[in-house]
């Protein structure tokens, strides 16, 4: 029941900051507390050792919709509250409408609602639900180019979902049921039927739409890129973490490791050098949340145990040190009038020092510096990798990472205005915060047997290699110029390269079975 | 190829996106749109359609075998959502029309990336 509670108060919210717009902010204030009550309150029956399962309507499993209380679901549900309560601090003073709120309360419920839920239907209203409101947070501004970009959003999630729909309508005419834990049974007890291919093909790429993955995604640039920063922070930190999870339950059911992997490989190494040719800083850190999708991925693809829950791992930390950094590069553009990053660097004089200082802590735990959020979740990740190409070609992503970021090495003096709002301070000292104290937190969803076996002196050394070999490499290369094509990006591509990837998810498949 | 609901719906998916990729009108994209979302909801319905059932009321007299009654519930939150979508995108596309006097696509994309910086 307390998981149904989750959303549903959410949503009530919602409605009543519309109704009662005077009162947005304490409706704001009183709606975290209650979360971070609720999710105490979860925590503490998992601390009693039972997980959570609640069926709507008292219908019996495999015909209601099936919320499953997992730790998986715990830890996403309590990333939305965080980026959350950050989000609201730095939206506090700049009197937005109770239009944004009510957005706010819809977008954090249908995480809720999502990371919960086991039943593949209601997944799907949920995601429409992400992407309606999304796609109002991205043209909250109204701006010609907010308003083209969330435009060619909405198309290409749109098709995705349609795909995804195809993708359960197969699943129910084979198995009879939405039920993920009653599909991956059926899948295990016949996996060579022909279906399975079909139908898991259809629902990744769908899936693979709204969790960013290259080719899927190429909407993603723009919309978050143009964005207010409290929303790409939103977009970015949370909302790509949906489809992940998502992704994680398929590949629970279905038989996904090899289409899994070939697609993280390319979403890692394409994500990348689109960031390094980026000139553009906003840009910059949206291509980064594509390039660290693929890591996500391949843990998934990879089987054991360590590299999955790793991957998810890496997802929560993600989470936290992106939004961190949209909401310090957004302080930043307002400050100079320029997402450019030369212009951001000719002027940086102008930027305000704490949010240099978060610019820092974002960039630390992003190329892995340990002993912070990046190193953390990727020593878990790296140490449950088996294949040694897959491993050399994370290795390589992180180098490409600390190349990409030592671009804004330059913007880090210890000069700029003094002031700033005590309330975004306080959003950068909550992220920051767990950024920097990652590693206890990540404890609560990595048991202690995997725990203790990912640690090693070379991981350490492993993570030091690559930021040491990034900016070197950036040092010899930093004054080529990489050109690649830019037409991809339009919505007519954009939608020949979904039925592409599409293509390849299926051929992977069958090529398997 | 036997004409049936399944056959009828993967062809429509294909015109929806052959409208998709080779129109450039907003408009037209946004019925091709409607169609994708309007061939999927076939496709489910017609899945698992029986014509020799009977309509899923409990305690009807007379027969004894029943359609499926959950896709249909599924169907009418689909039909919903993407009424929701077309109604909300229409408001966009006429934002944007009013703007630049044009729903030409690829004009519209030249002309926001040269007001955004690059």
């Given amino acids: 029941m307390i998981l149904a509670l989750f959303p549903l108060l959410r949503f009530g919210f919602g409605v009543l900051s519309i109704a009662w717009g005077r009162g947005r902010r304490a409706l704001l204030v009183m709606s975290h507390l209650v979360d971070g009550a609720l999710i105490g309150l979860l925590a503490a029956t998992f601390r009693g050792g039972r997980e959570l399962t609640f069926v709507a309507g008292g ?23 965080g980026l959350g309560v950050a989000v609201s601090l730095y939206t506090w003073n700049r009197n937005l409408r109770s239009y944004f709120y009510m957005l706010l309360h819809l977008l954090v419920g249908a995480c809720y609602a999502l990371v919960f839920t086991k039943d593949l239907f209601n997944a799907y209203v949920i995601f429409e639900l992400l992407t309606l409101t999304s796609f109002l947070l991205v043209a909250y501004e109204r701006r010609p180019g907010q308003i083209w970009a969330s435009l060619r959003y909405l198309f290409l999630a749109s098709l995705g979902m ?86 994680f339950r398929l590949s629970d059911a279905f038989p996904l490791d090899l289409p899994l992997v070939v697609l993280g490989v390319l979403t890692c190494s394409l994500g990348i050098l689109y960031a390094v040719a980026s000139s553009n800083v906003k840009r910059l850190l ?58 951001l660097t000719a002027r940086r004089a102008d930027i305000p020092i704490a ?62 205005p003094r002031s700033l709002d005590r309330l975004r301070l306080a959003a950068y000292a909550w992220l920051g915060g767990s950024v920097l ?44 110029r990489l050109r690649l094509p830019q037409r991809i990006f339009r919505i007519e591509e954009g939608v020949l390269v979904i039925l592409g990837g599409f293509l390849l998810v299926f051929l992977l498949l069958r090529l398997r079975g | 190829m036997p004409i049936n609901g399944v056959t009828i719906s993967i062809l429509l998916f294909g015109i929806a996106l052959l409208g998709l990729v080779l129109r450039r009108d907003l408009v037209i994209k946004l019925l091709a749109l409607g169609l994708v979302n309007a061939s999927t909801i076939l496709c489910l319905v017609s899945l698992r359609a029986r014509p020799d059932g009977a309509a899923p009321i409990l305690g009807a007299p007379g027969e004894s075998v029943m359609v499926d009654p959950l896709p249909h519930a599924m169907v009418l939150s689909a039909i919903v959502i993407n009424f929701a979508i077309l109604a909300l995108s229409l408001v966009f596309v006429m934002l944007l029309v009013e703007r630049y006097h044009t729903g030409d696509s690829q004009q519209i994309e030249r002309e926001t990336s040269k007001e955004e910086e690059p």
């Fill in chain 1, 59 to 81: 219908w019996e499993r495999g015909l209601g919709i099936a919320l499953v209380g997992d730790r998986i679901g715990l830890t996403f549900a309590a990333l939305a509250w």
């Fill in chain 1, 162 to 247: 349609g795909i995804f729909l195809l993708g359960v309508a197969v699943t129910y005419y084979h198995v009879g049921s939405l039920d993920l834990d009653l599909i991956a049974a059926h899948v295990a007890a016949g996996p060579e039927a022909g279906w399975i291919a079909l139908a898991s093909a259809l629902l990744v790429s769908g899936v693979a739409v709204k969790a960013g993955v290259f080719s899927f995604a190429l909407w993603l640039p723009s919309a978050h890129s143009l964005a207010m920063p409290a929303v790409s922070a939103l977009l970015s930190g949370l909302v790509i973490k949906m489809g992940v999870v998502e992704l």
């Fill in chain 1, 286 to 343: 949206a291509f980064h949340t594509i390039s660290q999708i693929g890591y996500l991925l391949i843990g998934f693809g990879s089987g054991t145990l360590a590299a999955r829950l790793g991957a998810l791992d890496y997802a929560v930390a993600h989470g936290l040190f992106k939004a961190l950094l949209f909401l310090a590069v957004g302080d930043a553009a307002r400050a100079v009038g320029t997402t450019d990053i030369r212009d």
């Fill in chain 1, 437 to 480: 104290f990652f590693l206890p937190l990540s404890r609560t969803m990595i048991p202690q047997s995997i725990w203790s076996c990912c640690w090693s002196g070379w991981a350490f050394f492993e993570a030091l290699g690559a930021i040491l070999l990034g900016l070197l490499l950036y040092r010899v290369l930093r004054h080529v």
């Fill in chain 1, 355 to 416: 949010s240099k200082i978060a610019l820092l802590i974002g960039v630390l735990g992003i190329v892995g510096m340990p002993p912070f959020a990046g190193f953390a979740a990727k020593a878990v990740l790296e140490a449950g990798l088996h294949s040694t190409v897959v491993h050399a070609l994370v290795g390589l992503t992180s180098v490409g990472t600390v190349i990409s970021f030592s671009k804004l090495i330059p913007l880090l003096t210890l000069d700029g």
